[in-house]
């Protein structure tokens, strides 16, 4: 089983990413911490328009936490080498995976593309960490990037746990596939860019 299937994604990343990143470093850095910071407030967003919804509040109130502390070590990892905070940029590959989210009529369909567009970005994540933790010659930012990996690699576990506790198991794989197979048509048509972590 390959590292890309562990994590369910149908498509791997292409293998010139990590040397465009790499070349790239102050860029990188400047778009991981903007989406540490998108993790966060999309849990806290989660967390508001579910109130109700006990297990997932308990469950996401310490990613918030742990997410916006992942924000804070990318801005120390950036100043200890010199670079500064450039400004946010849009995200091509979330913001195409949210036109094809359910935005409307049942709610438990919209909570559950909610939950799984959240898993893959976690998902993808994980899988470039692990590409920069294994490709980079700086040994510091290769294990930075190893733990990295780890974390959203559970964050990823997290999310599709969610959706089974409030969605029908049998409906929650069926999205999960087409999500997949719609992720993977998405990364397929994206520029591969070494500023950017998706």
Known sequence: MSKVSILGLHLPTDPRWVNLAAISLEEI???????????ATSCISLIQRYP????????????????W????QVLAEM???GFSLGKQRKDMYVNALMEHQNKGGDPQSVLLDRLLIFALIEARSAERFRLLSEGLEDEYLKEFYRKFMISEAG???LFIDLAREYVPEEKVKTRW????????????NLEVRGDRMH
């Open 155 to 157: 964050h990823y576990r």
């Open 52 to 67: 109700e919804k006990d297990k997932l509040v308990q469950e996401l109130a310490p990613i918030v936490t742990e997410e």
């Open 69 to 72: 502390g992942h924000f804070r």
């Open 79 to 81: 100043r200890k080498r």
């Open 177 to 188: 596939q087409e999500w997949l197979t719609l992720e993977a048509d998405i990364m397929n």
């Open 29 to 39: 850095l400047t778009d991981h911490a903007f989406c540490e910071q998108k993790a």
